[in-house]
């Protein structure tokens, strides 16, 4: 390979960087949002830095990371010499991470992976974590609503910036989603971020089906034994990404911050693997119904259609996977007390978090739906 095989862009081919001048050396934003640097580094990294950062990873070691990836996927052997291009795209500036997709171009082939940058201290902090994380995951649960991940490096360049990356799997055809004002409808609609502009928004069935993954993903990685959860998780940050096609919804959750037990006790009997299997399901139907308008907006509050299709998801998940705890949920419904476990759920909350004031607001409808979704799911 020539060293000219590296072009630079941000979301799309349609924006190149040139490796000089203009947004080559303007400062990275921190965050969403943003347009300027704020992170703590002595020397504030440049989009530019950070596409030298990226390149460096991709071709140590003569492209070792590379090579590896393209013949795991394929079952092909390869050399450097097989790679004509690799097209680095700067995708998002996220409030962990700098996630970026790379497309690496054959003569007979074109493969896309993800490279997630850590620019921030925030984001240094978690991103080794959540690689040996997503590993740990993929290895131990049967399922594939996670990225797999290859490689993990820290990039240091002479002005002393660092970086620190891991190589993923790209979840292609997957997009964002947020909660944005429909002018049609005049209301207020889960809308996909397909950069063709080929979804919109969903229709209610999609938006139902939609949630209803979501609540079989993250019920999927909970283990009743341990009460380890993927947490925290939100959908304002774009953890979860969507793909449709007529009426086939698929979702992945392309981020695992922390997974931990949410639930202290000093017993691990039946009656604490209910109580803290509880907790979680009263968590999840708070939290999935939690977005930011637009993904950076105000903070808004889903419809019910969103705690049905929550509680559906967790049910037909738990029904599958564990049937023993199911039965279980079956028999304490009759008994459960919703605004019990919702207000040890808030209490839980960090008074300062800022969307704690909504969550309060509408606690009390809350709290008498949950109850009625579950009286009529069970």
């Not at 090579?67 to 795209?89: E, N, P, Q």
Request: glycine residues 6%; negative net charge.
């Amino acid at each position: 390979m020539s060293g000219n095989v590296f072009c630079y862009y941000l979301a799309s081919a349609a924006d190149r960087v040139e490796a000089s001048g203009g947004i080559w050396e303007r400062p990275l934003p921190d965050s969403p949002g943003r347009t300027d640097a704020a992170v703590s580094d002595r020397v504030a990294p440049t989009y530019g830095d950070y596409f030298m950062a990226v390149r460096r990873f991709l071709e140590a070691d003569n492209y070792r990371v590379v090579i590896r990836v393209l013949s795991r996927d394929t079952g092909l052997s390869y050399s450097s010499d097989a790679i004509c291009g690799i097209h680095i795209f700067l995708i998002k500036h996220g409030a962990f991470y700098h996630p970026c997709r790379i497309e690496i171009q054959g003569r007979i082939f074109r493969k896309d992976f993800a490279v997630n940058v850590a620019v921030s201290e925030v984001g240094k902090g978690c991103i080794h974590r959540e690689f040996c994380l997503l590993q740990r995951l993929n290895a131990s649960v049967s399922a594939s609503f996670l990225p797999m991940v290859f490689d993990y490096a820290d990039i240091a360049l002479e002005n002393h910036v660092q970086f620190k990356m891991f190589l993923a799997e790209w979840c292609e055809g997957f997009h964002e989603f947020h909660m944005a004002f429909d002018p049609e409808s005049q209301c207020f609609r889960t809308h996909v971020w397909d950069s063709e502009r080929r979804i919109g928004f969903l229709s209610p069935e999609q938006t139902h089906e939609l949630y209803r993954r979501i609540a079989v993903i993250l019920t999927t990685y909970y283990n009743p034994e341990s009460f380890e959860q993927i947490f925290p998780w939100h959908h304002a940050a774009g953890d979860f990404v969507v793909s449709c096609s007529g009426a086939r919804v698929d979702v992945r959750l392309i981020t695992v911050r922390q997974y931990a037990a949410m639930y202290a006790s000093e017993s691990t009997n039946d009656d604490a693997r209910l109580e803290a299997l509880l907790l979680f399901l009263v968590n999840m139907s708070i939290r999935t119904r939690i977005d930011r308008v637009d993904g950076i907006g105000d903070f808004i509050w889903a419809e019910v259609y969103v705690l049905d299709a929550t509680v559906q998801g967790f049910l037909e998940c738990m029904a599958e996977r564990r049937p023993e705890y199911y039965q279980m949920i079956r028999r304490a419904v009759q008994t459960l007390d919703t605004g019990e476990f919702c207000e040890a759920v808030v209490s839980s909350y960090n008074p300062n978090a800022p969307e704690l004031p909504m969550i309060l607001s509408h606690m009390a409808d809350h709290v008498m739906q949950l109850q009625e979704v579950l009286a009529v799911r069970l």
